[in-house]
């Protein structure tokens, strides 16, 4: 299975910052890595697929970016409602994987 | 607008099979693919494999010795029977659109495993 390792683990911002969290996969994965943000109690929402690609409806100030093993995940200038977890995911081969997660907590 | 309902027990023994049932609404079953997650409580998220309204199916490795996946396209309904469970297999299940990248999910059923 691809090892996907999300840093940093957690994380505090304020609202406007920009924050930029890092996923890595154990072997190229070209741009098949998606993005989901989840809310505690809530199940994941897709925000971004083949690394860049914004999901209908996502706002803007989410992006992506990335290929082969290194990929990030940025959002300028963080709302009161981004505060939640983040999962990276690669659907490069069988089983699809997913990253162990980053809590963006409010400073 | 996809729509996705789990249903199920909440309680399983040890060793017994959990079954679950993820019913679709806002779309025809013969659409899409469609997977079922779970996440332990507090932790990350695995894949467990997924069905085709065909009755192709692919499970993670790491499960396949003890899941099934079936589909029902006369209800728009399909399913998840997890065998010889254990307290590790307690977790919300969520059933979800998609092979390889998941973008419509339901909202998830726990299910805790014990005595």
């Known amino acids: 299975d691809i090892l996907m390792t999300q840093s940093p683990s957690s994380l505090s911002a304020s609202v406007g910052d920009r924050v930029t969290i890092t996923c890595r996969a154990s072997?190229?994965?070209?741009?098949?890595l998606n993005w989901y943000q989840q809310k505690s109690g809530k199940a994941p929402k897709l925000l971004i697929f083949?690394?860049?690609t914004l999901q209908s409806g996502v706002p803007s100030r989410f992006s992506g970016s990335g290929s082969g093993t290194e990929f990030t995940l940025t959002i300028n200038t963080l709302q009161p409602d981004d505060f939640a977890t983040y999962f990276c995911q690669q659907s490069f081969s069988s089983p699809p994987t997913f990253g162990g997660g980053t809590m963006v907590d409010i400073k | 607008q996809v729509q996705l309902q789990e249903s199920g027990p909440g309680l399983v023994k040890p060793s017994e099979t959990l079954s679950l049932t993820c019913t679709v609404s806002g779309v025809s079953i013969r659409s899409y693919y469609w997977s079922w997650i779970r996440q332990p409580p507090g932790k990350g998220l695995e894949w467990m494999g997924y069905i085709y309204y065909s009755g192709l199916t692919t499970y993670n490795p790491s499960l396949m010795s003890r899941v099934t996946m079936s589909i029902d396209t006369s209800k728009n309904q399909f399913s998840l029977k997890l065998m010889s469970v254990t307290a590790a297999d307690t977790a919300v299940y969520y059933c979800?659109?998609?092979?390889?990248?998941?973008?419509?999910w339901g909202q998830g059923t726990l299910v805790t495993v014990s005595s």
């Open positions: 979800v659109t998609g092979p390889f990248y998941f973008a419509s």
């Open positions: 072997q190229s994965i070209d741009k098949y």
């Open positions: 083949a690394a860049s």
